[in-house]
């Protein structure tokens, strides 16, 4: 979590890293901070807060047109949010300031060692005691500022992605990564640094994404230099052309990005399948599967591992690859699989999800499946992250940047990938007839005009989000395909607007949640023609019998369901496997226009941040 950003160069650094910080408050956002540096020395102003409120107290108390500096916006881990736990952080000396995404485990150990030697914390931070450490080991090896964070990473366990300047080099900065991202924008003689790309995608679009263990000392005029932290090796770095557009990262007119990022579904879904499926060749063609083919058709099982919505699309797979491919299929809370000594095979293969590509517990799951030689397929949204870079193969969603916290196209591409490959194996493998895998085909291709249909009904899901606005608890229930929909449509509206909600399969209320039903429990019922919808109507009635309020969504022209609930909800009819790709729209409105009507930050939920890189 937390979000860096540095720059280097010849433009004023404090705009450049004011906007960076912005764009990668997705990050976190509970405190921010800034060090601009000049012949003066160090220029320091950080509070807690978000970056708005960095950008009116700076304002004041800079005064400076710096060419350098660094800056960061927070997700507290060590020591709460306030002003004095904001990075940047300076070392005792006042030498050295640092800015660090990421957690150092062994802070308490190295903390005490180093006030063993006389040095005092101001902060409850793991990040002082790092920019401390450097500064001891620059007094006691006397080397430079790229060799001393060398040493002392070398003695720091955990995980980082960090920048430090030393005001006696003052042309250098000094990066280093470890299980956090970092991105290093190279420019016509001039570097920015960054979480991802968004910061300096209006600057450049070359840029060198750091591996993990990898140090980099950036200096003004000169050409980047990059090393193993481990033995000191000399790295070539690999510089990438990057494909984002500044567009892609700014609300396009919309109140916010989360409902710019559900009004983008049709296109992102497009993105997804265009020049994979070829309706008209009756051919689905994804690399990261052709090239491994065998590993899936021979897999014992597929074994999901995810965290959030990317755990619910897996649950949606779960359906789709049992239903159409025929391979047993088990998804895991990355959290939980990793820690619980599971029985992985060689045969297994494991399919990683994954927004940011970037999440810790979903990282350490791949990690814990490669050593037990399965074989990993990443899904994951961002190019060139962590998870998919680790995976021995993958298929991207082509969502596009994802800003909003909440994850709404990013759940429906990742969808649209693991139909996609559902779809192939099960063609592969003969489980689905060809007419069959061609009209699944000819009806995906069709999703995306759909979903603009359910769009439209906007302006009436703007009604029905009045009348339960106010609502204390909400109940979410689905069958089949839509039971994963019904535990993301209560994820939805929990973390955007903090009204408990609970997702079930809906035959499981009468096994406790029933008794939760009076007039004040709304209940959202997720009741598409296909699958079970006999047995749902059968669980509409005993929901309307004890007076709770039903929201009903439902395939157009329904009539049985229609007549009991209190609130219907009509989207276009489709192929039983594809219903969550419309049922989780109007839901996503849903939440977005209650959050928005209880004047909830809706972009940035509290407590959260959209990369969890922490376990
Ligand atoms: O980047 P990832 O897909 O790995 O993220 C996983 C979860 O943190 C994420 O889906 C989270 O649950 C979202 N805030 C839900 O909207």
Known sequence: MCGIVGYIGHREAYPIIIKGLQRLEYRGYDSAGVALFDKQGIHLCKTKGKVAELATKCSADLNTQAVMGIGHTRWATHGEPNDINSHPHLSNSGDLVIIHNGIIENYETLKIELENRGYNFTSDTDTEVLVNLIEEVQKQEKVKLGKAV??????AVGAYAIAIYDRKKPNEIVVARLGSPLAVGIGDNEFFIASDASPFIEYTKSAIYLEDGETAVIRIGKEIKVRKIKNDSIVKPYVQELQMNLDQIEKGGFDHFMLKEIYEQPEAIRDTYRGRMLPEKGIIRMAGVDDHLSKFLNARRIIVVACGTSWHAGLVAEYIFEDLARIPVEVEYASEFRYRNPVINKNDVIIAISQSGETADTMAAINLAKENGAFVFGVCNVVGSSISRASDAGA???????????????????????????????KEKGSISISDFNMYLQELELIPDKIEKSLQINEHILKVADFYKNAKNCLYLGRGYNFPVALEGALKLKEISYIHAEGYPAAEMKHGPIAL???EMPVVVIATRKGHYDKV??????????KGKIIAIVTDGDQQVSKIADHVISIPDTFEAFTPLLTTIPLQLLSYHIAVMLGKNVDQPRNLAKSVTVE
């Open 517 to 519: 039903i009076d007039e």
């Open 396 to 426: 991207y969603t082509h969502a596009g940047p994802e800003i909003g916290v909440a994850s709404t196209k990013a759940f429906t591409t990742q969808i649209t990938v693991l139909s996609l490959i559902a779809l192939k194996l099960g």
């Open 150 to 155: 060398q040493v002392a990473l070398s003695q």
């Open 537 to 546: 109507v059968s669980n509409v009635q005993e929901i309307k019998s004890r």
